[in-house]
Nanobody, 124 residues
Framework: QRQLAESGGGLVQPGGSLRLSCVDSGFTLDYYDIAWFRQAPGKQREGVSCIRASTRSTWYADSVKGRFTISRDNEKNTVYLQMDSLKPEDTAVYYC?????????????????WGQGTQVTVSS
């Protein structure tokens, strides 16, 4: 199974911003829907955002709508998640995946295998 590499996490104060990156060095991401997921301590993993390969249309979970922006740069084979106005409840390990369509993610689906993820901690 493919595993993408996430980076860009860190410690940020409430109201701050971070930009996460998702890279696959072995395969082109151009043809895949790419989703971001997160798992907070003691909670189930949840879909956060997704961007389609063909139309570049996007989806966001209600909890992040208006604060997070997903984008893709096919030349750099990278998908980004810009996170603004961060809240303590955004604290989680964030993962990206190319294993599901955005429709599957919207309906609660997710990959069978997960990468390392990147830790995001929002705290004062």
């Amino acid at each position: 199974q493919r595993q993408l590499a996430e980076s860009g996490g860190g410690l940020v104060q409430p109201g701050g911003s971070l930009r996460l990156s998702c890279v696959d060095s072995g395969f082109t991401l151009d043809y895949y829907d790419i989703a971001w997921f997160r798992q907070a301590p003691g909670k189930q993993r949840e879909g956060v955002s997704c961007i389609r390969a063909s139309t570049r249309s996007t989806w966001y979970a209600d909890s992040v709508k208006g604060r997070f922006t997903i984008s893709r740069d096919n030349e750099k084979n990278t998908v980004y998640l810009q996170m603004d106005s961060l809240k303590p409840e955004d604290t989680a390990v964030y993962y990206c995946s190319a294993e599901n369509t955005c429709l599957e993610v919207v309906n609660g689906g997710g990959p069978d295998y997960w990468g390392q993820g990147t830790q995001v901690t929002v705290s004062s």
